[in-house]
């Protein structure tokens, strides 16, 4: 597709359950991304990744918290035993360039996940 | 403390009025600061971006203004449409050592008829 897409939607679990998110990025958009919105509230940075290099995992809340992408491409954002303050957007977003790279980082959003935690 | 400010937090207008976001920031170093909108349900589109040598930007009817000095930043709406209604966030990045990109809480506006 033309833009970043996430699946799912919507998703509402129950606390305790673990859920995975999914992220596809724009392609060859070397940058990835992963942010929190929780209602009412600006963006909380999760993680960053950006190309082969170990991702920024300093933004993650906790270690229920965990994330990879595969092949350099999608990413999979995984929340374990969760908790309803976890309840919130998660939006993924990719960049043609990181910030190690030195280019232009304009970063592209995805329509976002609502999770909801029951 | 990195933090980005936005004032008001919700701005009510009637369609066809201009009006003003307002973003204060405390990032440093800095690198670069972006206006988004963001409309309900969706994610967040970019309408400008602008370096520290760059204080005007504009994108159709909106204007973005840089004062690095001051480190404040505008977003300047003209002949509003209903369809400007949306969340607008300013987000202010580092210059290195990793990822640093903060975002502001966003300004909520509604445009009336």
């Known amino acids: 597709g033309a833009g970043v897409s996430q699946s799912p939607s919507n998703k509402v679990t129950e606390k305790g359950k673990d859920v995975e998110l999914r992220c596809d990025p724009i392609?060859?958009?070397?940058?990835l991304y992963w942010y929190r919105q929780s209602l009412g509230q600006g963006l909380e940075f999760l993680i960053y990744?950006?190309?082969?290099?170990?991702?920024?995992k300093s933004g993650l809340p906790s270690d229920r918290f965990s994330a990879e992408r595969t092949g350099g491409s999608v990413s999979t954002l995984t929340i374990q035993r969760t908790q309803q303050e976890d309840s919130a957007v998660y939006l993924c977003?990719?960049?043609?360039?990181?910030?190690?790279?030195?280019?232009?980082?304009?970063?592209?959003f995805g329509p976002g996940t609502r999770l909801t935690v029951t | 403390k990195n933090q980005v400010e936005q004032s008001p937090q919700s701005l009510i207008i009637l369609e066809g009025k201009n009006c003003t976001l307002q973003?204060?920031?405390?990032?440093?170093?800095?690198?670069?600061l972006r206006w988004y909108k963001q409309d309900t349900g969706r994610g967040p589109v970019s309408l400008t971006i602008?370096?520290?040598?760059?204080n005007t930007k504009s994108n159709g009817r909106y204007t973005a203004t840089l004062d690095a000095d001051t480190k404040q930043s505008s977003l300047h709406i003209t002949a509003s449409q209903l369809s400007d209604s949306a969340s607008y966030i300013c987000?202010?990045?580092?210059?290195?050592?990793?990822?640093?990109?903060?975002f502001g809480a966003g300004t909520r506006l509604f445009v009336k008829a």
């Open positions: 392609s060859g958009h070397t940058a």
């Open positions: 977003a990719s960049s043609l360039k990181g910030i190690k790279a030195g280019g232009s980082y304009e970063q592209y």
């Open positions: 973003c204060n920031y405390t990032v440093s170093p800095f690198s670069n």
């Open positions: 990744f950006q190309g082969n290099s170990a991702p920024d």
């Open positions: 987000v202010v990045s580092g210059e290195t050592g990793g990822f640093k990109t903060i």
């Open positions: 602008m370096t520290f040598s760059e």
